[in-house]
């Protein structure tokens, strides 16, 4: 994890003996690296870190592990944080996992190893139990337990959304959201059957104006509807390399959907 200065220089007052950067050691055989990150308002950052072990299961194969982490602001382990700088988060089926932090910094994980669940932790690394009791939530619906998390999202009114693929018996590729965390009853607001990831990214989401399209289907015309939470179609156009952008700065704040016409394809956009 290196810092750099504003003018692309390593920063060498950050990290272990004024080197600039922290670096993740392996050991025993083991390979890690980052997986995701989140910076704090106090320059404190949260990772989301995957070691991978060639020789730690004998007779079974490798052993691919998560984890989440915190480093301090000087780029050490905040060993405040759970006791050790470190929580670990799972290694049965290499497991899925996604990360959200709000202003508070307390830390929401999705995790999927045979199953899915949420978990939520405060900033010393403590599970929080006013999060569905004890901290976790765990579906008990096969078309909730086996989503592998993908992206976790606050909603406006303060509710977790959770975007992922799920995978039932022959089914895979589905997105879907959940809402109204952390209650029991939560319900399913959609399901598409599409892989975004190979179809295209938005970007920025939450927006306040522009967002940004790129696709890998630049070869044929694109035709895009902008449609808001009631269904009603507000605005379409046609994207290409050179042309696709869409200004969201006359809609309130709120929910949007950008769909592909004729086609039951649609991305979620939040207007801030």
């Given amino acids: 994890l290196n810092k ?27 390979q890690r690296s980052g997986i995701d990150f989140h910076i704090n308002s106090d320059n ?12 730690c299961n004998p007779g079974s194969g490798s052993l691919t592990s998560r984890y989440l982490k915190k480093i301090d ?3 050490n382990w905040d060993t405040s944080f759970s006791s050790d700088g470190s929580y670990f ?17 307390d830390v929401f994980v999705g995790v999927k190893e045979f199953n899915f669940r949420a978990l939520k932790f405060n900033s010393n690394g403590d599970l929080d ?28 009114t303060g509710e977790l959304f959770f975007a992922g693929n799920y995978e039932y018996h022959a089914y895979d590729h589905y997105t879907f959201f959940y809402w109204s965390l952390p209650a029991q009853d939560n319900t399913l607001l959609s399901i598409e059957e599409v892989d975004f990831n190979n179809l295209f990214s938005i970007y920025p989401n939450p927006t306040e104006t522009i967002v940004y399209i790129e696709t890998k289907e630049y070869y044929q015309p694109i035709h895009i509807e902008v449609v808001n939470n009631l269904g009603m179609i507000l605005s379409e156009k046609v994207i290409s390399p050179t042309n696709n ?28």
């Avoid at 404190?44 to 020789?55: D, E, N, R, V």
């Avoid at 988060?89 to 910094?105: E, H, K, R, T, W």
């Fill in 129 to 156: 139990t006013s999060f569905h009791t004890d901290g976790s939530w765990n579906p008990s619906e096969p078309y909730r337990r086996k989503m592998s998390p993908n992206k976790i999202l606050f909603h406006p």
């Fill in 245 to 272: 952008s869409i200004d969201f700065s006359d809609y309130p704040q709120g929910i949007y959907f950008i769909k592909i016409k004729g086609k039951q394809i649609a991305y979620r956009v939040i207007k801030k």
């Fill in 89 to 105: 988060l799972g290694n049965n089926f290499s497991p899925v996992v996604a990360m959200l932090v709000n202003d508070n910094q």
């Fill in 73 to 75: 602001a000087n780029g």
């Fill in 4 to 30: 750099y200065a504003s003018n692309g220089s390593i920063d060498t007052t950050y990290g272990s003996n004024s080197t600039g950067y922290y670096l993740f050691t392996g050991d025993g055989g083991s």
């Fill in 44 to 55: 404190t950052i949260y990772l989301l870190t995957s070691t991978f072990c060639g020789a």
